[in-house]
């Protein structure tokens, strides 16, 4: 669900080039640009999470416009600029139905770093994927058939499947789509009030 917006770049540079990536390294402003921004379609739908950074780009080249702040401001050598917490896309962007891309990091973000097993929630770095019908007995590597696993839960079940192995799994291991997004976006913005109104409707 990537947005690809470069062609939108004619006439913005002038106004993105204000702030130099020397400006955008001070000291501070360093966690404020990594704060996830939720980014809205041009029909109010939350379409994609961002980083402030990324966000404040989009602004700056007419692409899209602030709906909520954050609180946070970039200061520039010129100018003191709010970080936004929302963006809408100024003109709409047909978003395609189809899935993300299958990887480790895609897996465990659907997993939300949950061993599928036994429930441990990991970081990244001490989660395996596991094949949930093995590979050695023509388990493919899909969506389907890999989930997040921790290293114990991955010994314990082997070259098993997970009925053999006496395990079950915490739900059924779909494709990463738009629903996913979404299920995720709310997780994302439950805690922020900004979020909770293009999000809970
Ligand atoms: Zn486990």
């Known amino acids: 669900m990537s947005l690809r917006m470069d062609h939108h770049d004619a006439g913005s540079r002038h106004a993105a080039g204000l702030f130099a990536p020397a400006a955008m390294h001070r000291p501070g402003d360093g966690h404020a640009l990594l704060a996830p921004v939720l980014v809205l379609n041009a029909s109010y ?73 036994c429930a441990t929630v990991l970081p990244s770095g001490e989660l395996t994927l596991d094949h949930v019908i093995p590979r050695s007995r023509g388990g493919s590597s899909t969506w389907e058939n890999l989930v997040a696993c921790c290293h114990g839960c991955n010994r314990r079940k082997g070259n098993q499947s997970p009925t053999e192995a006496g395990m079950k799994l915490m739900r059924e291991p779909r494709a990463f789509n738009l629903h996913t997004s ?12 900004k979020w909770r109104k293009y999000l809970f409707y």
């Open 45 to 117: 739908e939350p379409i994609n999470v961002c980083a402030a950074r990324r966000a404040l780009v989009l602004v700056l080249k007419g692409v899209a416009m602030t709906e909520e702040e954050n609180g946070h401001f970039l200061h520039s050598a010129r100018v003191a600029m709010r970080l936004p917490s929302v963006i809408r896309l100024l003109e709409y962007r047909r978003i395609p139905h189809q899935s993300r891309a299958l990887s480790r990091k895609n897996i465990l973000l659907r997993d939300r770093n949950t061993c599928q097993y």
């Open 182 to 193: 979404r299920h995720i976006m709310r997780l994302m913005g439950r805690s922020d009030d």
